[in-house]
């Protein structure tokens, strides 16, 4: 299983347009299943996931631990991945102050 995870603060009121930009799992190799997870420093931060252009998760407010996601507690979403497919994350902070996301994906192939 590959993992990606990422913290980052998104300034207030404003969108990152996608955290996994340039990490080596960003693109899909194999048919896989590909599972979401994610927390944020304060509320009002929300997250949308794309997998091969398909919405997995669209503005979801993801819950305030402060701290990397756990697994399984913080589970968001699951899809399944086909070579070439695309994984895309973003977070919309719609707060006044800046925040601190947290994100984890994993990226499992399936052995087909």
Avoid at 53 to 59: C, F, P, Y
Avoid at 66 to 80: C, K, S, T
Wanted: net charge negative; aromatic share 6%.
């Amino acid at each position: 299983m590959n993992v990606m995870t990422d913290r980052q603060s998104v300034a207030a009121n404003s969108t990152v347009n996608n955290v996994l930009a340039g990490k080596l799992h960003e693109f899909v190799t194999q048919q896989s299943v590909v599972r979401f997870y994610a927390t944020a420093a304060a509320v009002g931060v929300f997250i949308s996931a794309l997998v091969g252009g398909e919405s997995v998760v669209q503005d979801q407010e993801i819950s305030a631990q402060n701290r990397m996601p756990i697994v399984p507690d913080d589970f968001i979403a699951e899809i399944g991945a086909l070579p070439g497919d695309r994984i895309l994350v973003s977070q919309r902070n719609s707060t006044g102050a800046a925040v601190v996301a947290f994100t984890r994906v994993e990226v499992e192939p399936t052995g087909q």
